[in-house]
């Protein structure tokens, strides 16, 4: 999936986004805010910085919707039933103190250690975006 990110539109939606690059890291998230806010004082007394922490936003991804928003980029069948099958059947239960919870199947939510999760959240939110705009 990755090579689909150099092509529009979602190069476009990911100019800013260092999670799932190659070289991307928190490091280099920082230099490019260093980098712009230092662009910007010169012409501007100050310069504000909004941040926003999207740790929990991995939850939030509906199966269903991820696997619809993947085919609209045509992938190989190979990889969309691949995809596919990654979401399909995915459970949890929990053991704590000898004691272990029922069996519950889960319907959203992308693994975060997965290679296939960062690339995931990445295709929902920005197919969603795409989406919106040829809507309006």
Known sequence: MYPSFRLPPIDLLLTGQFAIRLTGSTTSAIISILHDASLLLPCNRFVSLISLDFSKAFDTVSHHSLSFKI?????????????????????????????????????????????????????????????LQSVH
Do not use: C, K, M
């Open 71 to 131: 085919s609209i980029i045509e992938p190989s069948d190979a990889i969309y039933y691949w995809s596919l099958s990654f979401l399909q059947n995915l459970s949890h239960v929990t053991r704590y103190a000898g004691i272990t919870s029922l069996l519950t199947y889960i319907n959203a939510s992308i693994v975060q250690g997965s290679g296939f999760g960062p690339s995931s959240y990445v295709y929902d939110i920005a197919l969603l975006q795409v989406y």
